[in-house]
Structure formats: C-alpha cells, structure tokens
C-alpha cells in the first residue's frame, strides 16, 4: 500500500493542511471574479437585479446569461485552484501531485478509463429505466447550437472541477486524515462526510431538503473513498467523479441542479427518495464489479496506517572454498 501511506512522510503538520486549505480559498474568490464580473455587468446594462431566494442562483440564465457563458465562467475557479494546488504542494508538503493521487510517481490512466466505464453504465441503465418508468417527467430540449458548446466545456474544462475535488478530498485532504488518524475507516468516514457538507449550500439541498439531499452527497463521498482506499489510489474516483458530472450536464439537468446546462432531457420532477434508493443499488453494483476486476482484498479497511518496512535481509554464511583450493601450510 502506497497512497494513504505516503502521507505519513513529508511536511505534514496540522497548520500546513490548514493553509492551503485556506489558501484555495482565497484562489476560488479570484477564479470567480470573471464570472461576478459578468454579472455585474449584465444587472448595471440591463437594470435587471433576479431575486434568487425563490429560484436557482446557478441559473445563470436569470442574468441574461447563456448556460453556456454561465457553466465555463463557473468552471474557472477550479482550473486556478487545480494548477494553483499542482504548484504549492511539493514546496509546502513536500510531494508531487503525483504522489497526492497514489503515492506513486506515475498515474494510472487505465484506471480513469475504467471508473468512467463502470459508473457510467450505472448511470446509462439508471437513466433509460426512469426515461421509460416515467417518461413523463422528461422533456426533451436537445438543440444542436447549444449542445456542441457544451459538449466542447464538458470535456475541456469541466475535468478540472472533477480532478480537483477528488485530488484534494480524496488525495490531500485523506493523507492527511490518515496521517492523524492511522485508520483507513476514519479517513472514509471523516472525508466522506467533509465532502457531503461542502456541497450543503448546493440548489439541490434547499429544493429537496438537507435530510433528503444531504445523504446522496455523503453516499457518494462513500463509493469514491472507498474504491480510492481498496485501489491504493484515486484515478478511479477520478474517472467515476468525471463520467457522473458530464452525465449530469449533457444527458439531464433539472431546475434544482448545480450544474444548469442545456442539456438533451429536462427532467421535471425528481423524488430524492427514489433517487437515493437508486444510487445505493449503483453503489453495490458498482463495488462489486470493480471488485471482481481488481480482485480487491476488503480486510485491506482493517489494516493499520503505517510506513512499509524494508524486508529484513536473510543471513548468508560465507562461502566455503573448495578443498581442490586449499593450500597445504
């Protein structure tokens, strides 16, 4: 085991963790001034100021804003914070990006691949039995002009979202947990539940409710934690964060959804209890496959967080020289 490992080692210290943390911060508020900028500009021109406490504040279209326009603005502040992290990790921890996704110094990309495929299909079946279910709760809006645009966001920019998050929970954030910690069910529990609270101010959490929102969030904190720690290493998570977010932006959005875009279907009415009924059997299913793939050890949750030791070099007698060698004294 490399990844969580190797937050044992190096600059570690709780204030560090804290200053960068702290530090992106401050970079996201830099990364979204083009987009408040925008904003500003478009309510002073057009002397239009949306009440936002009855409707989607994501939806930048209430700003006469494309979706478009909308999603690529908001999507810079995690390009700034993805390079901003790449660039102060070695010099204030003391390693690479790199060693941030598995503790290694080479990423894993048929691993991305493989979490984008798995979790994808999930998401494929999930979304044709609702379309026939309940069809009726979907509209179709696919329009060629808009969709090229985001098609080309979804893969140019939006990996950047996705990367960072699951590089700095997944990655930074849970080396340092099991730096702290040395237990691999901490560092799931305690991350999975940051990573659920940090999307509470998300549209999703005030349409639905905290109690019928919050635990999809937490839930999906779960599986990428989870597949990260069983697989020694994030490229995985990494390719299931990405594959769920495009899903959510070119195949469907919903009037509640982070991520406004035009995307093909509209779904108009959602029930977050089915929805959570839904991703739990994903999840399973989900376990299980890669499971089988990778031929992950579970007992591997209950190993203790610890520096792999150098094997211990076995003893080995001299050579005896033949007697054809030995000289007679």
Not at 184 to 212: C, D, Q, Y
Not at 224 to 234: A, K, M, N, Q, R
């Amino acid at each position: 085991m490399k990844h969580l490992e190797r937050g044992l080692f190096g600059q570690n210290s709780f204030w560090r963790y804290l200053g960068v943390t702290l530090f992106l911060f401050i970079v996201s508020l830099v990364g979204a001034i083009p987009l408040a900028g925008v904003l500003i500009y478009k309510m002073i021109s057009t002397g239009v100021y949306p009440d936002t406490s009855n409707v989607n504040a994501l939806d930048f279209s209430i700003y006469g804003i494309s979706k478009n326009t909308g999603l690529a603005l908001m999507l810079l502040m995690y390009v700034a914070m993805f390079f901003v992290f790449k660039w102060i990790v070695k010099p204030i921890h003391g390693r690479t990006l790199n060693e941030t996704v598995n503790g290694r110094n080479f990423i894993r990309k048929n691993r991305i691949w493989t979490g984008m495929l798995v979790w994808g299909a999930c998401l494929a079946v999930s979304f044709i039995v609702g379309l026939v279910s309940s069809h009726q709760d979907y509209k179709l809006q696919f329009n060629l002009a808009k969709f090229i645009p985001l098609l080309l966001i979804v893969i140019l920019i939006l990996p950047f979202q996705t990367s960072f998050e699951e590089i700095f929970f997944r990655g930074y954030l849970s080396q340092g947990v099991a730096k702290w910690t040395k237990n691999r069910w901490w560092v799931l529990v305690i991350i999975s539940l940051i990573f659920g609270l940090m999307h509470a101010a998300n549209p999703e959490v005030k349409e639905f409710g905290f109690w019928a929102a919050m635990p999809q969030y937490i839930l999906m904190g779960f599986l990428l934690g989870f597949v990260s720690i069983l697989d020694d290493g994030i490229e995985i998570a990494l390719g299931m964060h990405f594959i769920n977010n495009a899903f959510g932006s070119l195949l469907t959005t919903h009037s509640a959804s982070a991520l406004q875009t035009d995307a093909i279907y509209e779904i108009k009415n959602i029930d977050a209890t089915t929805d959570l009924l839904s991703l739990i059997v994903m999840i399973g299913i989900t376990i299980a496959i890669l499971q089988r793939i990778y031929k992950w050890d579970f007992r591997v949750m209950n190993r203790r967080i610890e520096p792999e030791l150098p094997p211990v070099p076995q003893y080995i007698p001299p050579a005896i020289p033949n007697e054809g060698t030995l000289q007679n004294p």
